[in-house]
Every structure is written in C-alpha cells, then in structure tokens.
C-alpha cells in the first residue's frame, strides 16, 4: 500500500487548475476557472473549477468533485492508480507501507509481467508493421478485414512470425526470466523444450483501464489446422478472464458521455466499430458475462445494450448473465442483428450512420424477450410454461434496488398480461424469490442489514404517513447543513473554551439525532480525527479522503451553486454584517451606541462584529434539534392514537407535554414561533 506520507505529499503538491487543465481548456472568471465540461457535451462553458476550494463543479450535467476524483473519474482510474499518476506528474518517490513476504512476492511478479507484456506487444507491433512477413500475413489479413493502420495503431496489433522461437530468441538476449515468460504465455513448453506459443497468429493485446497490458488474444490465420482458432493468455497474478472486457481502456471515455456501453463478442467486432467512429463498445470475448465485468461497466454508465447475432446462438449468448446484469442494477437491452451478420460484417456493410439507426431502432427489453423466446419454445405445454412464469418471475426478483422498486412492478404488470395469469398470484411468487435470497442473506450478513433486505419483498407501502415521511426527507437536509457546517467552519474557535467542531458534538448525541448514514460516518470521522490529530483535521481531509463515499459527500455539502462577486463582498457583505450585529446586541445597547456621541464606539463595534458563521452553526444545530423533537411529537402522537391502557396513556400524554416543552424552550432561544 501507498504509505500516508507519499499520501500527504502529493496532496500538499496538488493543484486542481493545474491538474484539471492538463484535460479541459480552462478561462479565469472572477475567482474562479471555467471551460468546457469533459463529463458531457456542450457549447457553452458551465464546468466550474474554484482553486481555493479545491472542488471543480458543472452546473450541466451536476459532477462534481476534487482533483483526485476528476483523475479517477475522467481515467477511470482506481484510487491507488490515481495516487501513482499524481505522484508521476510531481515526481515523488512512492513510498509502501509494509507487506509480508507473499505480498511483495505477489507485487514483483505481477510488475515483472507487465515489463513482459509490454515488451512482447512492441515485439509483435514490431513483427507486424517493419519486416516482410509480417506484412504479407499479419498486415494483409487485417486490411482484407477493412482495418485502417491508425487503428492498428490504435490498438496496438501485431503478429507472431511463424519462427516458433522468435519472441523466445529476443526475450533471452534482453535476459527475461523464462519462467515468468511461461506465467505469461508467451512461451510454452513441449517435450522439455521452450517455444513460443501464438507462432503464426495475429495479436490482440488487451489492456487494462490505464492503458497496460495484461495479456494477449492470438488468432490463427491457417485453416487447415485443428488447432484452436483463438489462443489466450492463461490466467496469472495479473490476467484473470472474468474480470476483463476487451476495449475498455479506449472506450471508457465515449460510454461515459454517451451513457451506453455496447456489448460485443470479439475483438474483430471492437475494432471495426471504433474505426466506423462507434467507441462506446467492448467485447465480452465470447464468455458468459461475471459480476465482475458487469461492475466494470457500471464504472462508465448504467445503460447496457447487447449486440449479437441474430440466429439462435446468438439469442442463447445474449440471455447468458442475464439475471447478474438485472441484480447488478443494470438497465438491459439486447439488439439482433440480422441473419448472418454480426457487429463487424454489419458496420462495413451499411456504414455508422445506419449502423447505428439500426441499434437505436431495435432494442428490446431482455426480460420481455426473454419471455417472448420462452413462449415459443414452451408452445402449449402447461409443464414448460410453469418453468417459464418461475424462470421469469426470478429474473424479476433481481432487480432488487429499492430506486427500481416501480420497475420490478411495472415488469410484473407487463409480463402477467403476456402470461395471461394474475397479476398478484405473479407478485407472490417474485416475493417468494426475493424472501428466499433475503433467507440466505441472512445467514451471512448482520442481522441490522438482512432487516435493510427484508422489506423489499413487502407489499411496496410505505411505513410512515405522508406527513412523517415528509418529515423524515426534510431532516436528511438538516442533518447535512450541520456537516457541512462542521467542515465548512469546524476548525474556527467557538469561545475562548472550545472549537466551532467542540461545540458541534457536544450538542449532538449523534447516535440519536443523526440518521443519515453518510453523514453520521463523516462526523464519527471527524470525531475521532480530532481526538486522534486534531492539527489535519479541516474539510481538505475529507474531500481528499480516502473513502469515496466520504469524499463524495464532502464535495456535495462544500459546493454552492454560485460563485460571489467582487461586488458582492464589498458592498453587500459590509451590509450583511451590520445586521448581523443587530442580533446580537440587546436593542437597547444598540440605541445607545446609535446616539451621535457614541457614533465612535458603534463604528468600533460594527467592525469587530461576530463572525456571521457562528450564528449559522447555532441556528443549524438548534434546527435539527428542533427537527427532532417535531418527529418525536408527531411519533408520539401516532402512539396516542392506538389503543392503551390508563397507564400508558397517562406517560404517553406527559411525554407529549416534555416534548412540546421542549420545543417551546428551543424555539423561543432561536426567536421562532410555535403554533399550538
């Protein structure tokens, strides 16, 4: 791991103007950057970059975030490959933390195969466009297939010489250890002897999300041979299959603003819709899809289209994975192409352009295809179509996100009119599913989080009337003004006593009042840090967290959605604060220093006027309180109405009278008005 002090010094060197327009042409406006967002497209600048802030903003499309989230967004970098591109650009030496034996032995070997890789890709880059073989084989096979050389370029292509120990020669003379040459694939070994493994095939190197290359698919030009058409890299520290999609690295960019990824089966299919100008595309290599690369894709978008070919193995390809991508929260369309063609023979035929209209004219709903497919094969058979009301109304217990609860019904209601079955005798059996998941989850998880599963196999009503729901949503707000003034203000002094942080958590039993998730980690953070290091405490520790779900947060609650003027702190903010020492004086004593001979002391005292932040934490934290209170009232009062005995009803009734006490107290403190 990345030891804390590399951590430290490169967020000390960062500087997100810098950093950001290394990507997007910035302009200076005011106190802040401006240009054009990189995340959708537009014409008209609204991508805002504050360099005091450290936070970039874009008031189109809503990202936002710090500049190591901008890398790892705009790259699609992970958090360590961040750290390592940052460190690169400032040139500062990593530092790791420490790891046991296995550990470094694991990370040596898997930077010793991206050395090999990278070597044996120039290797047959090298094969492919400067010596005669490899251009009357490798090259004439690639432009019979239409390819252009920029996109062999692009895509960094080669081809193996039919000399079986060419690589091998090469590797020994720059002195590559042969057994990690062996791990890679390159080689392979026969009768005691070393020969190169993809001898007279064309290459396909297939990289990583930073642009590495893990491992190589090769293709057989021959025909007649029995050899397998396509060789891969076996599976090593840094090459595993089912966490790989061919093209990510070149289409992660273009499925992240046209929010669509296109799924394909092979390489061939990747390259030619990229050099036809389609680049939102990668390529499953054939297999049935994993969670893992499903995940990948919802990196860059959530929206997942599935191109195949028409006929039935085609059909039968597309419907592998299908119910992963549904639990993965994925939204699912499959495109057939027409009989006898698949993406690459398609594209070449028509042209982008129609390619295209075809895609966006074709889509269907998986699951309702599934559906249609299942009903022609189970025809009139009561048996088979029993497997298939069962088949679908599990594909329907995936989608088990409670933002797409109106999703799932809206399936059930679709599916049992095809059916021609009750719509709630459906439900019942997607809830059997969902409580039987909900069982298994159970076994596994804390009983707290199979609580947060279980009621998603409920009826779908909420559990609070409309006004306590309402409520509810309201106190979220709340909850993150009070962190928001805890990072925007936390390190300021209070009193002479305490910190703004001090007091914040002192008023706040956070267990109690605080029910946002994400907000109740952030001031547990907080808490800790201060008692822990109080001197890096401050908002920069948390929108430079390492926690994205941290940093996330600390981002929303630290960006506003305007930028003050230069007027504005002049003129308005002077006027800002003489009334904000209105409130803060006894009326009296501000009539006295009114008085034309204590004009002086008024002038003195108007200038060292509180800060006005002081008033926004007090008012923050004394609205959640009185937020609170308001839901235990109304709590309380949905407890009244049940039916009690004369004892419950007598505490009942006292806690009515604490409570609506207390907000009395509370509310008279902030100068509101309670209606009884």
Not at 497 to 519: R, T
Request: net charge negative; with cysteine; aromatic share 8%.
């Amino acid at each position: 791991m990345i030891s804390q002090n590399t951590i430290q010094e490169i967020l000390n060197r960062i500087d997100i103007v810098e950093i950001i327009g290394d990507f997007v042409k910035l302009k200076k406006r005011g106190s802040n950057h401006i240009g054009l967002c990189p995340f959708h497209n537009e014409r008209t600048p609204s991508f805002t970059v504050s360099q005091s802030k450290e936070l970039y903003k874009c008031f189109g499309c809503g990202r936002s975030g710090n500049a190591i989230s901008f890398i790892m967004e705009h790259e699609k970098y992970s958090y360590p490959e961040t750290l390592k591109w940052l460190a690169a650009k400032y040139n500062i030496e990593i530092e790791e933390t420490y790891q046991s034996e296995e550990q470094k032995q694991t990370q040596l070997t898997a930077d010793s195969l991206f050395i090999i890789n990278s070597f044996a890709q120039e290797f047959f880059s090298r094969q492919l466009l400067d010596t005669p073989e490899g251009q009357e084989v490798g090259l004439s096979y690639f432009k019979e297939r239409g390819f252009r050389e920029e996109v062999i370029r692009k895509f960094q292509l080669g081809y193996a010489p039919e000399q079986n120990d060419a690589l091998l020669q090469e590797a020994l003379a720059k002195k590559y250890n042969t057994e990690l040459l062996l791990k890679s694939g390159l080689l392979t070994q026969r009768n005691q002897q070393l020969r190169d493994n993809y001898s007279g095939r064309v290459i396909f190197p297939i990289h990583n999300q930073s642009g590495k290359v893990l491992g190589f698919g090769a293709r057989i030009l021959k025909t007649n041979t029995k050899a397998p058409k396509y060789i891969n890299t076996p599976e090593n520290e840094i090459y595993v299959k089912s966490k790989l999609l061919y093209g990510t690295f070149l289409a992660r960019q273009a499925i992240d603003k046209a929010d669509e990824c296109l799924l394909v089966e092979g390489y061939t299919d990747v390259v030619s819709l990229h050099q036809a100008g389609i680049e939102n595309v990668v390529a499953s290599g054939g297999t049935a899809l994993t969670s893992d690369q499903l995940r990948l894709v919802r990196k860059y978008s959530n929206n997942l289209t599935i191109l195949y070919d028409g006929d039935a193995a085609g059909v039968k390809a597309a419907l592998r994975g299908l119910n992963i991508a549904l639990e993965e929260g994925l939204n699912v369309k499959l495109v057939l192409l027409p009989e006898n063609e698949d993406p690459d023979s398609y594209v070449n035929k028509v042209g982008a352009a129609a390619f295209s209209d075809y895609v966006k004219s074709h889509k269907k709903d998986i699951i309702l295809f599934q559906l249609e497919v299942s009903m022609k094969e189970a025809g009139q058979d009561a048996t088979k179509k029993s497997e298939v009301i069962n088949r679908i109304a599990e594909s329907i217990s995936k989608i088990n996100k409670v933002e797409d609860f109106t999703k799932q019904q809206d399936y059930i209601h679709q599916c049992a009119e095809i059916l021609k079955i009750d719509e709630s005798g459906l439900h019942a059996l997607v809830n059997k599913f969902i409580r039987e998941k909900v069982i298994v989850e159970q076994r596994r998880i804390p009983a707290e989080e199979a609580q947060q599963t279980a009621p998603q196999a409920g009826d779908g009503k909420q559990n609070y009337d409309d006004a306590t729901f309402s409520l509810l949503f309201r106190d979220d707000l709340q909850e993150k003004e009070v962190a928001k003034m805890l990072l925007e203000y936390g390190t300021r002094q209070w009193d002479d006593k305490m910190l703004v942080a001090e007091y914040i958590l002192h008023e706040l039993v956070e267990e109690e009042l605080i029910d946002n998730k994400a907000v109740l980690q952030l001031i547990q953070v907080y808490k800790k840090q201060l008692e822990d290091n109080p001197q890096s405490i401050g908002s920069n520790y948390f929108i430079y967290h390492e926690n994205p779900q941290l940093s996330a947060l600390a981002v929303s609650l630290l960006n506003v959605p305007y930028v003050e003027s230069e007027y504005w702190k002049k003129e308005i903010n002077a006027f800002a604060d003489y009334n904000a020492s209105l409130f803060q004086k006894p009326y009296k004593e501000f009539i006295e220093l009114t008085k034309k001979e204590n004009r002086d002391e008024l002038n003195k005292y108007l200038k060292s006027a509180e800060d006005k932040s002081l008033i926004a934490v007090q008012s923050a934290v004394n609205y959640l309180k009185l937020r609170k209170i308001k839901r235990l009232i109304l709590e309380n009062q949905a407890d009244l109405e049940k039916p009690h005995n004369a004892e419950e009803l007598h505490v009942l009734h006292e806690m009515h009278k604490s409570l609506k006490k207390m907000e009395i107290d509370l509310a008279k403190e902030m100068g509101t008005v309670i209606i009884k």
